[in-house]
């Protein structure tokens, strides 16, 4: 999308200008405050997909990083404060881009504790959008929010008309109505806009859904406000209106409108390229909706642990779920082949799903032939971008300070993301696990 690259190519310019300006501050030995906190004795994952820094120190001032690099670069003045990493690894806070039921302050602190310093609420009543404002839980510091408010949608559409919810639709029945409903959520204080652009899954039924008008309405009138647009969407079918809407962020991914027979699925199988006749043969449409999703710089962020987590997760699969996996995750290599970004968000719910740290998610990523330092990346710096957090996601001076310390190189094992030791937030220690 043509808006996003634009914005990506701006912000990144400007962090790689900083990054510069204080790289040659750090080669004449940069003058560090006595007031500073610094993090060293650790392997420096910066979010960026650079080489990770083997020995490297992040130094913190005023909320903000200071400086990023070489323990050798830097002379620590006596007082400064330390954070010994104790060989651990040091990343920015991680991000879980497609979050539920986040309104509660509570609820974000625990987010926090399990090393996901941002979420991206993206489907909560009006009603509940002022409690985003508290940061403060009985535990202390609470994740970082941003948030769309109610999802935009026809009248009985996704996803109240689905789950018969109260208060997640925001209904808008003409492209000015649509315009009027991106206002209202701006004035309200959202950081991105969301709508629905699917009927649902009961095709003898389907949900009323938005136009293509009114999709292209919402998308100009967030963009006039610097938001992206996210859009629900997951059958095939429809994908082809988010590409012509101009939407920024797909939430989910695209769905088959049906799968091969078992006989056929059995067959395909037992073959060196099990979903090659899959999405050549019965799905070629494919090849180009990806492809013009990569085009258009629309990210998507697939919640796998979401779409198909107990098939995901079953240690023994049916013929059925085995393919499905198959063709889900190779989704995800398509797409990427094809050059598209992706970034991590699991669709977390306090209701049917409890993994705030979106792991599962981070592992399927893996298995789509993702590297560790490439899921490492949609976590922070990916998810940081479609979550409309321009101030995250990256280790670099200028950046806000929200940095994790783990135990072990989650480069090596994805798993050392659990074995949190510390949460800064801000350019403080938030939480310590001792």
Avoid at 413 to 433: F, H, P, S, T, W
Wanted: aromatic share 8%; with cysteine.
């Amino acid at each position: 999308m043509r808006y996003l690259k634009k914005n990506m190519t701006f912000i990144l310019f400007g962090f790689c200008f900083l990054g510069f300006i204080f790289s040659c501050q750090n080669k004449a030995k940069l003058e560090i405050p006595a007031d500073a906190m610094v993090i060293r004795n650790g392997i420096v994952i910066d979010g960026t997909g650079a080489d990770p820094i083997q020995n490297g120190v992040v130094i913190i001032h005023n909320k903000r990083i200071l400086a990023v690099g070489p323990a050798s670069d830097f002379r620590l003045p006596v007082g400064v404060s330390i954070i010994n990493a104790q060989g651990g690894a040091i990343l920015p806070g991680l991000i879980n881009a497609h979050v539920h039921h986040s309104a509660s302050v509570e609820q974000r602190r625990r987010f926090l504790e399990e090393g996901v310093t941002t979420v991206c609420d993206l489907g909560t009543p009006l009603r509940e959008m002022p409690l985003f404002a508290e940061t403060e839980s009985t535990a202390g510091r609470a994740a970082r929010v941003f948030f769309a408010g109610p999802i935009i949608t026809a009248p009985g559409g996704y996803p109240d008309g689905l789950y018969h919810t109260d208060g997640f639709n925001y209904e808008v029945a003409t492209p000015d109505e649509a315009r009027e409903a991106v206002r209202d959520m701006v004035a309200r204080g959202a950081s991105t806009i969301k709508i629905a652009l699917d009927p649902s899954w009961n095709r003898k039924h389907p949900l009323p859904m938005l136009d293509v008008e009114m999709a292209k309405a919402i998308v100009e009138e967030a963009h006039a406000h610097g938001l992206l647009v996210h859009a629900h969407m997951i059958q095939i079918t429809y994908f082809p209106l988010a590409l012509e809407a101009g939407i920024d962020v797909i939430e989910h991914m695209p769905f088959p409108t049906g799968w091969p027979s078992e006989e056929e699925k059995r067959w395909y199988l037992e073959s060196d390229d099990p979903t090659r006749p899959f999405f050549e043969d019965h799905f070629p449409e494919y090849a180009s909706i990806l492809g013009g999703m990569a085009q258009q710089e629309i990210v998507m962020v697939p919640t796998v642990s979401a779409l198909i987590d107990d098939e995901y997760l079953k240690s023994e699969r049916s013929t059925h779920e085995q393919f499905v996996v198959l063709a889900v995750i190779d989704i995800i290599r398509r797409f990427r082949k094809a050059g598209g970004i992706v970034a991590v968000g699991n669709d977390f719910n306090d209701r049917s799903m409890k993994e705030r740290l979106p792991l599962t998610e981070m592992k399927a990523l893996l298995d789509a032939g993702m590297t560790s330092m490439e899921v490492i990346e949609a976590a922070t710096r990916h998810a940081a971008l479609v979550s409309g957090a321009d101030d995250l996601g990256i280790l670099e001076p200028g950046k806000l300070a929200d940095i994790i310390v783990v135990d072990g190189n989650p480069l090596e094992d994805i798993d050392a993301l659990r074995r949190i030791k510390l949460v800064i937030l801000d350019g403080d220690v938030a939480y310590e696990n001792k």
